[in-house]
């Protein structure tokens, strides 16, 4: 079964000058649940993080400043959002979607977050619409429990994921690698185990062989026990920040590329989604609809 988390925009409201780009969040899950794609008994709504599993990652006065909604203004802008009790609070929650998703991926194979990918917060500080990093808390969990060995993150969105980077530049038990636009924000990279830096303009075939190369070379030369996959669909052409030449079907391609190998390699996998901004929500939707549907098609 293809486990969901949702953190619905209902249970845990925003204020409305949060709304932007927070609407796919609330449009996808309908569109999978109307399509068929998933049924109501593959969703399910995570709880709050433990604050341990948090500081297992984050540094702990930047989380007590955080929680207690004393970021200074600099810090609030740098995160792109106004600072609230709510989005904390959403926050957490999509922090344990994504752990509880590594736990199903361990069951099912794969599972989802209707949310997080949020790869460039740091151990101290948020940016770029990210406050916490839920993959590195969810890779550390893994870590810490003894589920896994080695674990591949697999950052597909068009910026580089410099907060998981930086996260996990001194462990040797997680591999990051960060296919992303050169010249596109963070104007400072990080330095992942692995950077592919892109061209503006790219187009499909030759990002998609470039993908594949380097995905196969790591899989053989890691052998990871465990990927986590930032799935973000800013890298389509119509992306307003993207700056890339990606069509959706290419988007859809090198979805199916990374999970195919997964599955191939019987290497459970949880996926994130990550950014995406085109003018259209209805293309930001469909492109990451496809990550499900195929999802689905591949394991179920």
């Not at 830096?197 to 190369?213: A, N, P, S, T």
């Not at 800013?234 to 992306?239: A, C, K």
Request: with cysteine; charged share 25%; aromatic share 8%.
């Amino acid at each position: 079964m293809l486990k969901v988390a949702w953190c619905d925009m209902y249970a845990h409201p925003l204020p409305e000058n949060h709304r932007f780009p927070m609407s796919k969040y609330e449009l996808l899950p309908r569109q999978l649940l109307y399509e068929g794609t998933i049924q109501p008994e593959n969703i399910f709504a995570p709880n709050p993080i433990e604050a341990r599993r948090i500081l297992a990652i984050h540094d702990k006065e930047y989380w007590r400043r955080l929680n207690s909604l004393e970021l200074d203004k600099q810090e609030i802008r740098r995160t792109g959002f106004p600072l609230s009790r709510q989005l904390i609070d959403r926050e957490i929650t999509i922090m344990n979607g994504t752990l509880l998703c590594a736990d199903f991926a361990l069951k099912y194979g794969v599972a989802m977050n209707i949310a997080g990918g949020t790869h460039h917060a740091f151990t101290n500080k948020g940016e770029g619409f990210c406050l916490l990093n839920d993959i590195a808390i969810a890779s550390q969990y893994l870590l810490d429990e003894g589920c896994t060995k080695k674990i591949l993150i697999v950052d597909l969105d068009v910026h580089q994921g410099n907060g998981t980077a930086q996260i996990f530049q001194n462990e040797s038990q997680v591999f990051t690698f960060s296919m992303h636009g050169g010249k596109n924000y963070p104007i400072h990279k990080e330095n992942s185990d692995l950077d592919v830096e892109l061209e503006d303009g790219i187009q499909d075939k030759e990002y998609l062989v470039l993908l594949e190369r380097h995905l196969n070379q790591i899989m053989e030369s890691v052998s990871p026990d465990f990927i986590f996959f930032q799935s973000g669909v800013d890298i389509l052409e119509s992306d307003k920040l993207g700056r890339l030449g990606i069509s959706l079907a290419g988007c859809k391609q090198r979805d199916k590329i990374v999970l195919e190998i997964a599955h191939k390699a019987d290497i459970p996998i949880v996926a994130s989604m990550g950014g995406g901004y085109s003018k259209d929500i209805n293309i930001i939707v469909e492109a990451h609809a496809n990550t499900y549907r195929l999802a689905q098609e591949i394991y179920f």
